[in-house]
């Protein structure tokens, strides 16, 4: 198996091999889950446990669901009335973790570096379900298996990722992913939701959507990221739909069979145009979220795989 990691905390670290072999399990999860084949043994008398610091609700539904077609007890633990909210910290939280003897540990957290942590402490497998602006590897990973099933191919495309790049992790992930497998990233935004740092990223830079769109064959959209600013990054929410937002006449400019993209919740009328979002020829976005189901059952099965060899050989405890 060409996955060896013991946990999945981004994609910074992964090669092209290892994303290639967990895109290829998820697509054959993915005509499984059509064709209505269970997998109940893949996960069975493992415990997975969801740990939610931020609310999230396609996200953690669609871990609990991969988790329960592999055959795992899954728990969703309430964060709102946990005792982290009573002030424990997050090192006492893996110490308690570590008492219930969980196999999968899946964690989103508001702080970068968070889950890193945590699967320092604990002994068992951890997913990364989004971690501050840092990373979100299992969104990126269902962009490219969504990617790949539409155009055959996941190299040598040209890919735009279009909106508030500066908050979101989800476009961080993406760029790594995207330029491990050899494509053209560009990016566009206004420049007050440009990263700093962005000339280092290897991508293309445009503030013009019309010409960041050129001839491009995918076209990612983001939400705007209002719970994680802090100042007017945007004049208003209809200017930003004007020059930002992306509608039949920009995506004109884009190849002609160029596919739409959007890793939800989406703004309707704010990033992208309801009627092009429901466009079942050119948008993807229902896609992407089946994909989801399809990447979480995969790199579950896999860091399941890898967990039980370790504790085998004795360097996990049991």
Excluded: W
Aim: include cysteine; charge should be neutral; charged fraction near 25%.
């Amino acid at each position: 198996m060409t996955f060896r990691a013991p946990h999945l905390l981004g994609i910074e670290h992964l090669g092209q091999d290892e994303i290639t072999a967990l895109i290829d399990l998820a697509d054959r999860y993915a005509e499984d889950n059509r064709r209505g084949v269970a997998h109940r043994d893949v996960l069975a008398g493992l415990t997975q446990i969801n740990m939610f610091f931020e609310n999230s609700t396609r996200t953690q539904a669609s871990f609990e669901l991969a988790g329960q077609r592999l055959g795992a007890d899954v728990m969703n633990m309430g964060i709102a009335s946990s005792s982290v909210k009573k002030g424990e910290t997050l090192i006492d939280t893996a110490l308690t973790l570590n008492a219930m003897r969980p196999d999968l540990l899946v964690v989103r957290h508001p702080n970068s570096g968070a889950v890193d942590l945590l699967a320092q402490k604990v002994n068992c497998a951890v997913l990364n379900a989004g971690d501050g602006r840092h990373e979100h590897p299992t969104q990126a990973l269902l962009d490219a298996l969504t990617i790949r099933r539409a155009k055959v191919r996941l190299h040598r495309l040209s890919i735009a990722i279009c909106g508030d790049i500066a908050h979101s992790r989800v476009a961080r992930s993406n760029i790594m992913l995207l330029g491990k497998m050899e494509n053209r990233v560009r990016l566009i935004a206004p420049p007050t939701l440009m990263p700093s740092g962005v000339a280092d990223f290897g991508v293309e830079v445009f503030d013009d959507m019309r010409e960041g769109l050129r001839d491009v064959d995918v076209v990612m959209m983001l939400r705007l990221q209002k719970e994680r600013m802090d100042g007017g990054f945007i004049p208003s929410e209809r200017e930003y739909f004007h020059r930002y937002g992306l509608d039949a006449e920009k995506l004109a400019h884009a190849k002609p069979d160029a596919i739409v993209m959007h890793p939800g919740p989406m703004n309707r009328g704010v990033e992208i145009d309801g009627t092009l979002a429901d466009d079942i020829n050119r948008s993807v976005i229902q896609e992407q979220v089946e994909m989801g189901v399809a990447v979480r059952m995969a790199a579950m099965d896999m860091l399941a795989r890898n967990l039980r060899e370790a504790r085998k050989a004795g360097a996990v405890p049991a």
